[in-house]
């Protein structure tokens, strides 16, 4: 069974502190993707990577940065927390023009 | 541009009535689109239910089914008669159909099934 483990699962954050994001698998997937999802709104990507030590920017980066270290794990990291940031996230994975399997979601709050 | 709308939530249906919940896509930058259907199960991540790769054709998965119509643009997902464990979040998603497959999504719909 393809497994895509994110964690925290809930997290609630300082403004203007750092914020990490983790996300493993066990699919041996080539892509991993961060999406963001608020109320209200679709899920909308945030990076992506098809490669250890390679990402790639998606539709709304602005304010996070992403770490690829190994084919396994997968990191979404915010600098500086905002607000505005407070939402779920959730990881994915997927091999080229197939589906695409979802971690469970982080839910991060910023305070 | 490339986006999906699908029917707003929440819904509420009572078991065994049937349900359908509309979904239309606009692909202008997208020159063969995949369509699918996710569902999101209270505390799990989401899970595919059914896709189509190919206009005209049909998909189905758990008693659900979508046809992927590109005339009108729809890809609505109907089930003839519905079970309280039906109950969760479903989300209409369109994919590029490229090597790295980038997915537009709708805002998802909630589904209450009550007993």
């Known amino acids: 069974e393809a497994a895509v483990t994110q964690s925290p699962r809930s997290k609630v954050a300082v403004t203007g502190g750092k914020v990490t994001l983790s996300c493993h698998q066990t699919?041996?997937?080539?892509?991993m993707y961060w999406y963001r999802q608020d109320t209200g709104h679709g899920l909308r990507l945030i990076h992506y990577?098809?490669?250890?030590?390679?990402?790639e920017k998606g539709d709304i980066p602005d304010g996070y940065k992403a770490s690829r270290p190994s084919q396994e794990n997968f990191s979404l990291i915010l600098e500086l927390a905002s607000l505005s940031q407070t939402a779920v996230y959730f990881c994915?994975?997927?091999?080229?023009?197939?589906?695409?399997?979802f971690g469970k979601g982080t839910r991060l709050t910023v305070v | 541009g490339d986006s999906v709308t699908q029917t707003e939530g929440p819904v509420t249906v009572s078991e065994s009535e049937s349900l359908i919940i509309n979904c239309t896509y606009s692909a202008t930058s997208i020159a063969y689109p995949n369509l699918f259907w996710y569902v999101r199960y209270p505390g799990e991540g989401l899970q595919l239910l059914l896709k189509v790769i190919t206009a005209g054709q049909k998909g189905s998965s758990r008693g659900f089914e979508a046809t992927y119509n590109k005339e009108t643009t729809s890809f609505h997902l109907q089930k003839a008669s519905v079970q309280e464990s039906d109950s969760a979040v479903y989300y209409c998603?369109?994919?590029?159909?490229?090597?790295?497959?980038?997915?537009?999504f709708g805002k998802g719909t909630s589904l209450t099934v009550i007993p």
């Open positions: 699919n041996n997937h080539d892509y």
């Open positions: 994915a994975t997927g091999t080229s023009n197939t589906e695409v399997f």
């Open positions: 990577s098809y490669v250890a030590d390679s990402t």
């Open positions: 998603a369109l994919g590029d159909g490229t090597g790295y497959q980038n997915f537009y």
